[in-house]
């Protein structure tokens, strides 16, 4: 971008930062956080906050996820259910379930942030853990046109076959 002579904004930023976390580049997602506060710009929202929370949560250094969910709460960004989970699980060592993964899921959702949803839905299979009933219609309720529907539609399908494709009202 710099090279174009383009000046990075808020989003440009946020999209950094949340790659290097889900690559687990903890540093350099850290970097182009303070890159993103020295620009003059704080993250508008808790996403931000929480993919660098559990780049480190993930990393194993939990000291350094409840750096970055204090500073969260110091610059007046209300934490998240995702945000108490990130936190919570590796300080309990505890994996992840249906509940935990589909409240995530929830936090995303409720933004429309379909593709980060379904990021996390492969994660969360790639992790041994399968959508219920639930966890589909968080899913659905991120999508915004037909073709994510299908899409959600084919994966839970093709995770779990025997699963009850209704959903509860």
């Known amino acids: 971008m710099r090279s174009r002579k383009c000046k990075p ?5 946020t999209a950094l930062v949340n790659a290097f976390a889900r690559d687990g580049l903890c540093e350099k997602a850290e970097e182009i956080f303070e890159q993103l506060q020295k620009a003059g710009h704080e ?4 996403y931000t906050y929480n993919a660098l929370m559990e780049a480190y949560s993930r990393a194993g250094s939990p000291y350094a996820a409840a750096e970055i969910f204090s500073l969260m709460q110091h610059m007046g960004c209300e934490p998240d259910r995702a945000s108490y989970n990130i936190m919570l699980l590796p300080v309990k060592k505890l994996k992840p379930n249906v509940v935990t993964w589909t409240s ?4 995303c959702s409720r933004k429309k942030q379909y593709n980060r949803c379904f990021e ?3 994660e969360m299979i790639d992790d041994g853990c399968y959508p219920d009933g639930r966890t589909c219609k968080v899913l659905l309720n991120a999508c915004s046109s037909e073709d994510q529907i299908e899409q959600v539609t084919a994966v ?3 995770v779990n076959k025997e699963m009850d494709t209704t959903l509860p009202a």
């Open 9 to 13: 904004n808020i989003c440009t930023y």
């Open 43 to 46: 993250p508008d929202d808790v």
């Open 104 to 107: 995530r899921l929830g936090a």
């Open 120 to 122: 996390i839905s492969e």
């Open 156 to 158: 839970i399908r093709a």
